[in-house]
């Protein structure tokens, strides 16, 4: 992928667009183009293991193994109007976008409360989201999954014990009004508190993302870890390192059975990845191993003009 971004600089846009796919151009030729440089962060787990990408049954929890990490996601209750109501476990790539705000907000300002403003359109519109009545109803759903669920990360220490976190992500806040013929309906509580432990362990583990590059994955979830997984991994490095299909399979391919039927689209959500990524160093490995990680720089530093 690093030759597309070579392509782009060398010669602009248009270069590129006779032997590449047009997305693909486009999400490198912004990234690199970006030049605010803003970014925003997530926390360390979460780039190890990782939320579903589809809806499972509401009662049913979740569970994803990542590089010495452990995550269980478990469905929860909230009362809406005079009844307690099952939510189940948040999924997909609004759920991921959710938390990356909500984390971005709390290391930015040090602080648990997280404004969201008086209506879901200000929130969106802060998310740099298109706003409309679906998105709205796709993010106000797993809006309130986030608020009911609780997460519990297990890791491994260096003795080799492990240990845990549990808690839910928000103790107060992100809960709509229950009139679901709204488009954009309005908060009950115009700020967020977040859980104290999972905001003390997100400020303690915050991984940084570039904002132009999250912007432009948000609609693709498995691109979407995979872009956090690398930002947490590669920088780190100190020599190439492989990671076999059946770790790649436990940790990103949540709703495929077997990892035969899981490379395929992971190589397309890991090129899409790559595009948002130019510094990344990312080979898949000839000899069907998997995929070979090589030391690479950090995705906030300096971007190259196009």
Request: charged share 25%.
């Amino acid at each position: 992928m690093g030759e597309l971004h070579d392509v782009i600089i060398a010669g602009g846009r248009e270069a590129a667009l006779s032997s590449t796919d047009a997305n693909l151009v486009d999400i490198a030729a912004e990234v690199l183009g970006d030049e605010r440089g803003t970014h925003g962060y997530t926390y360390s787990g979460l780039c190890l293991t990782a939320l579903p990408h589809r809806r499972i049954p509401d009662d049913q929890a979740w569970e994803r193994v990542g590089h010495k990490m452990r995550l269980v996601v478990e469905p929860g209750r909230l009362q809406i109007g005079d009844h307690l109501r099952l939510f189940g476990v948040p999924y997909g790539a609004r759920a991921r976008m959710i938390l990356i705000y909500l984390i971005t907000q709390a290391v930015r300002t040090n602080s648990r409360e997280i404004a969201l403003g008086r209506s879901m359109r200000a929130w969106l519109e802060a998310m740099g989201v298109s706003v409309g009545g679906e998105t709205a109803k796709a993010f106000r759903e797993q809006a309130m999954r986030i608020a009911a669920c609780s997460m519990k990360f297990f890791w491994e220490t260096e003795g080799g014990a492990s240990g845990f976190d549990k808690g839910g992500v928000v103790r107060r806040g992100l809960i709509f009004d229950g009139t679901d013929d709204r488009p954009l309906p309005r908060l009950f509580d115009e700020a967020v508190i977040l859980d104290e432990v999972f905001y003390h362990t997100a400020r303690q583990h915050p991984v940084p993302l570039l904002d132009a590059a999250v912007r432009h994955l948000r609609d693709r979830s498995m691109s979407l870890d995979i872009y956090v997984w690398l930002a947490y991994r590669l920088h780190a490095l100190a020599k190439p390192m492989p990671v076999s299909w059946t770790a790649l399979h436990a940790q990103f391919g949540g709703g495929f059975k077997e990892p035969r039927f899981f490379r395929r689209p992971f190589v397309e959500a890991l090129t899409v990845a790559l595009a948002a990524y130019p510094d990344a160093r990312v080979e898949i490995a000839e000899s069907g191993v998997g995929v070979i990680l090589h030391p690479s720089r950090p995705p906030i530093g300096k971007l190259l003009d196009c």
